[in-house]
C-alpha cells in the first residue's frame, strides 16, 4: 500500500516549537518531491514548503521563512518540518504530499503533480 503519515502535530504557545514527520511506505521518496501544505478553517489551502528529494533544492512560502527547515532522511524515508517561533496564524491542518519529480525543482502549489497526499496532522498554536 503506497501511503505517506503525517505525525507530530499537537497543540503549543506562540513562540514553540513542533517537528512534523511525512513518513513514506510502499514506495521511495527518492525522484520524488515532498510538499508541505496548510489549511486552515475558511481558508484556502496553501503551500508552506517543498524539497526535491534527490537535490535537496528547497523552498519556503514568505510567510514561514526563517522559522521553517524542511529536511529529509533518506534511510527513513522521511521529510521533517520543523517549525520554530510558532505564531497564532500558522494553525492549520498540515499535510504533506509528493510529486514525482527526479530533478526538478519542487512547486509550492498543490496542482495535480501532487498527487499522493497524507491524511493531515493538526497543528494549534495558542496560549
Known amino acids: 500500500q503506497l501511503q505517506l503519515v503525517e505525525s507530530g502535530g499537537g497543540l503549543v504557545q506562540p513562540g514553540g516549537s513542533l517537528r512534523l514527520s511525512c513518513a513514506a511506505s510502499?514506495?521511495?521518496?527518492?525522484?520524488?518531491?515532498v510538499g508541505w501544505f496548510r489549511q486552515a478553517p475558511g481558508k484556502e489551502r496553501e503551500g508552506v514548503s517543498c524539497?526535491?528529494?534527490?537535490?535537496?533544492?528547497?523552498n519556503y512560502a514568505d510567510s514561514v521563512k526563517g522559522r521553517f527547515t524542511i529536511s529529509r532522511d533518506n534511510a527513513e524515508n522521511t521529510v521533517y518540518l520543523q517549525m520554530n517561533s510558532l505564531k497564532p496564524e500558522d494553525t492549520a491542518v498540515y499535510y504533506c504530499?509528493?510529486?514525482?519529480?527526479?530533478?526538478?525543482?519542487?512547486?509550492?502549489?498543490?496542482?495535480?503533480?501532487?498527487?499522493?497526499w497524507g491524511q493531515g496532522t493538526q497543528v494549534t498554536v495558542s496560549s
Open positions: 504530499a509528493a510529486d514525482y519529480r527526479p530533478w526538478a525543482s519542487c512547486l509550492l502549489r498543490s496542482g495535480p503533480n501532487y498527487n499522493r
Open positions: 510502499g514506495f521511495t521518496l527518492n525522484g520524488y518531491a
Open positions: 524539497i526535491t528529494v534527490n537535490t535537496g533544492y528547497t
